[in-house]
């Protein structure tokens, strides 16, 4: 069972009252996001931020290098793929580095 005061010592206080904008001294996630037990909640693997990083970099790269070896003699179908996949590759990436967040 968790006492009140080990409660008060987890949270950086931004007021004199608890709040849900504070922050745990451990994971720095608000009070908000945190369990009925103040437990910390679970962050995402870093695999599964690694292999969106690979994946999205490996399409970025596929897409646009597909399209400067193929120039403008490619039909526009075709076209519309490799800027998908490039996009895709984006996208991913950034979901990437968002799931691995900064490093405590």
């Known amino acids: 069972?968790?006492?009140?005061?080990?409660?008060?010592r987890q949270f950086y206080s931004w007021v004199r009252q608890?709040?849900?904008v504070d922050r745990c001294e451990r994971c720095h996630l608000p009070r908000s996001v945190h369990g009925a037990d103040w437990a910390c909640p679970g962050r995402p693997s870093n695999r599964v931020a690694t292999a969106l990083l690979v994946l999205g970099a490996a399409l970025t790269v596929a897409g646009i290098v597909l399209r400067v070896l193929?120039?403008?003699?490619?039909?526009?179908?075709r076209a519309m793929l490799m800027a998908d996949a490039t996009l895709l590759g984006?996208?991913?990436?950034i979901a990437g580095l968002t799931l691995s967040g900064r490093q405590r």
Do not use: K, R
């Open 90 to 93: 984006i996208l991913l990436v």
């Open 18 to 20: 608890p709040s849900n």
């Open 1 to 8: 069972m968790t006492s009140s005061t080990d409660i008060a």
């Open 70 to 77: 193929a120039g403008s003699s490619v039909q526009s179908s």
